[in-house]
């Protein structure tokens, strides 16, 4: 079994930074592409940014210029560094981790998710 295990929620005024993190274990081969959801309260989960296996990112419009995506494939963790943020930044934030292989199985390929970070912005 994957697990994801998310860290670096909390509680910042606007304006402020967080540095969320993700690390996948379970005797992992490989990892496809790597992800950052958030879902706010009464809204759907809505993709923040991905990145590739070598590096390509994406972001939401509401976020680019402010938040950086990031991920370390020798430790199998995805980084969202998170700037400027804003009381519209507050929500639950899910990492997702694309086409994982196991050691066990190479040609079973799976998608998994993170727990979720509360990350509240004060205005």
């Known amino acids: 079994q994957v697990h994801m295990v998310e860290s670096g929620g909390g509680l910042v005024q606007a304006g402020g930074s967080l540095r969320l993190s993700c690390a996948a274990s379970?005797?992992?081969?490989?990892?496809?592409?790597m992800g950052w959801y958030r879902q706010a309260p009464g809204k759907e989960r809505e993709l923040v940014a991905t990145?590739?296996?070598?590096?390509?990112?994406t972001y939401a419009d509401s976020v680019k210029g402010r938040f950086t995506i990031s991920r370390d494939n020798a430790k199998n963790t995805v980084y969202l560094q998170m700037d400027s943020l804003k009381p519209a930044d507050t929500a639950v934030y899910y990492c997702?981790?694309?086409?994982?292989?196991?050691?066990?199985?190479?040609?079973?390929?799976?998608?998994?998710w993170g727990q979720g970070t509360q990350v509240t912005v004060s205005s």
């Open positions: 990145i590739s296996t070598v590096g390509t990112t």
């Open positions: 997702k981790a694309y086409n994982v292989r196991q050691m066990t199985n190479l040609h079973d390929y799976r998608d998994y």
């Open positions: 379970g005797n992992i081969f490989s990892i496809g592409a």
